[in-house]
């Protein structure tokens, strides 16, 4: 049986390490799931470090898109999976392959969330299918002010629903602040 678990909190909040040492703890074989584009130098070097970083024994698969489509394969390679993280398939999803958001109609942008939203949902189901401990990274984003832009409001949107969908779907969900992981569900 899977078991799906989240981990949230803001940007530096320690959230990345704390799910790494949850795959850790699992001391078996690790998929890591890196949905980041490295669009330039500096977020190069930091990819670079994190892979750096890890165990070597992790095998790491990047990819933003229809990622259900590998789940059945890692299922059958490994028994810990983390994917680092939701925010950024739903920025790259938005983005590079999405419309633009700033001149799009109110059908276009619930359109293009309703297609986040199954890329997310089938990754889940197809989860759900295999014995994996999965843990996924997302960013409490929405702590902040509304933004004042509409490209802003949009992403929080999308990202607050997205988070809410996975808080249900998810066994445990922790809350990361200064360093300090809470457990807020399971
Ligand atoms: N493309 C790619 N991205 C990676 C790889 N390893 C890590 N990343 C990305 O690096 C990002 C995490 O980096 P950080 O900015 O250091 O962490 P953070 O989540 O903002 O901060 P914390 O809350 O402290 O974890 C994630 O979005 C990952 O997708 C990799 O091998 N390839």
């Not at 390490?17 to 690790?30: H, I, M, V, W």
Request: aromatic residues 8%; negative net charge.
């Amino acid at each position: 049986m899977s078991k799906v678990i989240l981990v949230t909190g803001g940007a530096r909040s320690g959230k990345s390490g704390f799910a790494e040492s949850l795959c850790k703890e699992q001391n078996n074989s690790t998929a890591y799931i890196a949905t980041s584009v490295a669009f330039d130098d500096e977020m190069k070097e930091r990819v670079r470090k994190h892979q750096q970083n890890r165990p070597k024994e992790w095998k790491t698969y990047e990819i933003y898109k229809d990622i259900y489509k590998i789940i059945k394969e890692i299922g059958e390679n490994h028994q810990t999976v983390i994917l680092d993280c939701i925010t950024l398939l739903v920025n790259n999803l938005m983005f590079a392959d999405g419309i633009d958001v700033d001149n799009a109609t109110e059908q276009e942008i619930n359109e293009l969330e309703a297609y986040i939203k199954d890329q997310v949902n089938k990754l889940i189901e197809e989860v759900r299918k295999t014995d994996l401990y999965f843990v996924m990274v997302t960013n409490e984003v929405g702590l902040g002010v509304v933004p004042s832009y509409k490209l802003g409001r949009v992403y929080c949107d999308f990202v607050g629903r997205i988070n809410q969908m996975l808080g249900r779907l998810s066994d445990e969900v922790y809350f990361t602040v200064c360093g300090i992981p809470t457990k807020i569900k399971g």
